[in-house]
């Protein structure tokens, strides 16, 4: 099993001059000591149910973009991207850009969004959810082609490209990871079923997970997938370094249930999230990896 790092808070470095230094120093840690992937979350204000809204916040790709540079062996991406933020082609276009100036190190984490005042706050349409499931599956239906060999029109519903092209294209083959973020049994797991190589679940415990995973795999015969071939990751769960021996024992449950990836983060404010990444990176990394 994996351990993934996923920073969702800049708080810990006080003054807004010391953020690019202590998210660089944080993921070259997370580089060094063998966590498989850095992602940041896709929200343009702090979520108002963690924290204060007026927190900072910096914009994903630009940020995954310094990233790139401070690591050599980290998967970058996003967890997860709103489907509203982005045009589908230019989505497609900035992480191209990601892969292609890390080495072939992007991954597209994607979901239907949900953060509506963000929405309203910068003027970002944000339209019934139904319709942002719907805008979900086109997004990925026009990446996927912006990724292939056709670089002739798409036409959907919302989105009508002339051209896919797509130069240079990425690196990865036959594309960057596609992850789904979500735990909705109806329409999320179906479009994991439909799209994806990834999945990520919140750490709601083993027989919710062990569900899902049931839920997912009656998708996958409907669209006719290996639910082999889809990943299961989950985020969240006890504190690695507070509650060690708990951490290890949800770890080795989900791991009996096929979880490949687990995604931790420092707790919100933490001074010195660098540290806190070496901790773990060398006192429970190693024990996760055994499982």
């Not at 401070?70 to 990601?98: D, F, I, M, N, S």
Request: glycine share 10%.
């Amino acid at each position: 099993m994996d351990l993934a790092l996923h920073v969702s808070d800049f708080t810990g470095a006080g003054d807004p001059a010391r953020i690019a230094p202590t998210l660089a120093a944080t993921a070259r840690a997370a580089d060094t000591t063998g966590f498989s992937t850095l992602t940041l979350m896709d929200h343009f204000f702090q979520m108002q149910d963690r924290a204060p809204a007026t927190d900072p916040m910096l914009e994903g790709y630009t940020a995954l973009g310094f990233l790139a540079g401070q690591t050599e062996h980290l998967q970058l991406g996003l967890l997860v991207t709103g489907v509203t933020y982005r045009h589908p082609g230019l989505l497609a276009k900035t992480v191209t850009t990601l892969d292609v100036l890390s080495g072939g190190r992007a991954l597209l984490g994607i979901g239907a969004a949900w953060y509506e005042r963000e929405h309203l706050g910068l003027g970002v349409p944000f339209p019934p959810v139904a319709e942002r499931f719907e805008r979900l599956d086109e997004a990925l239906r026009v990446v996927k082609q912006m990724w292939s060999d056709d670089d002739g029109p798409f036409a959907g519903t919302f989105s009508t490209l002339a051209e896919t092209l797509n130069s240079p294209q990425v690196l990865r083959r036959p594309h960057p990871p596609i992850l789904i973020g979500g735990m909705g049994e109806r329409k999320t797991l179906r479009l994991v079923a439909r799209h994806a190589d990834a999945c990520n679940l919140f750490a709601a415990g083993p027989d919710v997970i062990r569900h899902k995973i049931e839920v997912l795999a009656g998708h996958c015969e409907t669209e006719g997938r290996d639910p082999a071939d889809i990943a299961t990751t989950v985020i969240g769960g006890p504190d690695p370094l507070e509650a060690t021996d708990d951490f290890l024992a949800a770890a080795r449950a989900y791991a009996g249930l096929g979880v490949s990836t687990l995604w931790v983060g420092a707790p919100l404010g933490h001074p010195d999230p660098a540290a806190w990444v070496t901790r773990v990176g060398t006192e429970v990394l190693p024990r996760v990896r055994d499982l």
